[in-house]
């Protein structure tokens, strides 16, 4: 698992940090078939949330747009450390994201860091 430091992505860089993610997610399912998302919320904030959405809803389309079959490849995604305001965060972001995916969600409680 790769972990970054902390740092604010600018709205200028999303389409770049959108073909990145599906230029790894490509890979992955060349390599293996099918990939699988981890997301690690500590950390996060109501304002980071806020501030990707856009960068979720750009994810979310081109994922759409393509004809790579990318969330069909895509195994799970577990969110871990969900901060105390998960249900908020997400009632932002379903209006964003296709159906289909939530599904596929799983959270996990006070995960392992």
Same mark, same amino acid.
């Given at each position: &698992? &790769?972990?970054?430091?902390?740092?604010i992505?600018?709205?200028?860089?999303?389409?770049?940090?959108a073909?990145?993610?599906? &230029?790894i997610?490509g890979?992955?399912?060349?390599?293996?078939?099918s990939?699988?998302?981890?997301?690690?919320c500590?950390g *996060?904030?109501i304002?980071?949330i806020?501030r990707y959405?856009?960068? *979720?809803?750009?994810?979310?389309k081109?994922?759409?747009?393509?004809?790579k079959?990318l969330?069909?490849?895509?195994?799970i995604?577990h969110?871990?450390?969900?901060?105390?305001?998960?249900?908020?965060?997400?009632?932002?972001?379903?209006?964003l994201?296709?159906n289909?995916?939530?599904?596929?969600i799983?959270?996990?409680?006070?995960?392992?860091k």
């Amino acid at each position: &698992m &790769m972990c970054f430091p902390k740092s604010i992505a600018h709205p200028d860089y999303y389409i770049n940090m959108a073909d990145y993610l599906f &230029m790894i997610s490509g890979n992955l399912i060349e390599t293996f078939g099918s990939y699988r998302i981890v997301i690690n919320c500590n950390g *996060v904030t109501i304002s980071a949330i806020e501030r990707y959405k856009e960068l *979720v809803s750009l994810v979310s389309k081109k994922g759409l747009e393509n004809d790579k079959g990318l969330l069909k490849k895509l195994n799970i995604i577990h969110i871990c450390n969900p901060p105390s305001f998960v249900d908020h965060g997400l009632k932002i972001l379903i209006p964003l994201i296709d159906n289909n995916l939530w599904t596929k969600i799983s959270i996990m409680q006070d995960a392992k860091k």
